[in-house]
T-cell receptor
Framework: QKEVEQNSGPLSVPEGAIASLNCTYS??????FFWYRQYSGKSPELIMF????GDKEDGRFTAQLNKASQYVSLLIRDSQPSDSATYLC??????????FGSGTRLLVRP | GAVVSQHPSWVICKSGTSVKIECRSL??????MFWYRQFPKQSLMLMAT?????????EQGVEKDKFLINHASLTLSTLTVTSAHPEDSSFYIC????????????????FGDGTRLSIL
């Protein structure tokens, strides 16, 4: 079992829709979770981080964490074509080591 | 602006060549840097953790004699791919940890822009 799992996609949504990206993790002791966006050929860019159960909103992005079920999700409201990218879920191991999922490719259709 | 600089951004070379990639922290001293490798349509895989003034810690399955890491100063870590072969072609990304901030759960690492390595 991979430590961090994501559906590879692609997830295709029309412009203006809500995109929902999911991630599960295996280490029940994990405390901090991150969503990165990665455009093709570029390095990851931090979108959101969350470490408390529940929802955390930042603009069009909402991260959701459920530690009991060991999943993290990212909602993107009013999706734009520029949101088309691969979204990587990452879990912090220890104080600074990041373990990444394989990423979900999001396609936003104009 | 960028806080971690990686150079070069693109390398194409012949099989058997050794290639050095540099990672610099621009406005802070990084006691710890990380090297990742990413194959097409796959995730970032941590190769090694580079600690200033000491030997790097390699992840399982990564050949330390193949991927030489040097972290001789607080702002520079280098990754040398020795005797590179086509299967080493990949996207290599470094990151740096900003120290002195305790457990920075909101930004544990700052990433460089990556180096695309193509071995012919």
């Amino acid at each position: 079992q991979k430590e961090v799992e994501q559906n590879s996609g692609p997830l295709s949504v029309p412009e203006g829709a809500i995109a929902s990206l999911n991630c599960t993790y295996s280490d029940r002791g994990s405390q901090s979770f991150f969503w990165y966006r990665q455009y093709s050929g570029k390095s990851p860019e931090l979108i959101m981080f969350i470490y408390s159960n529940g929802d955390k909103e930042d603009g069009r992005f909402t991260a959701q964490l459920n530690k009991a079920s060991q999943y993290v999700s990212l909602l993107i409201r009013d999706s734009q074509p520029s949101d088309s990218a691969t979204y990587l879920c990452a879990v912090l191991r220890g104080s600074y080591k990041l373990i990444f999922g394989s990423g979900t490719r999001l396609l936003v259709r104009p | 602006g960028a806080v971690v600089s990686q150079h070069p951004s693109w390398v194409i070379c012949k099989s058997g060549t050794s290639v050095k990639i540099e990672c610099r922290s621009l406005d802070f001293q990084a006691t710890t840097m990380f090297w990742y490798r990413q194959f097409p349509k796959q995730s970032l895989m941590l190769m090694a953790t580079s600690n200033e003034g000491s030997k790097a810690t390699y992840e399982q399955g990564v050949e330390k004699d193949k991927f030489l890491i040097n972290h001789a100063s607080l702002t520079l870590s280098t990754l040398t791919v020795t005797s590179a072969h086509p299967e080493d072609s990949s996207f290599y990304i470094c990151s740096a940890r900003r120290p002195g901030t305790g457990v920075r759960r909101d930004q544990p690492q700052h990433f460089g822009d990556g180096t695309r390595l193509s071995i012919l």
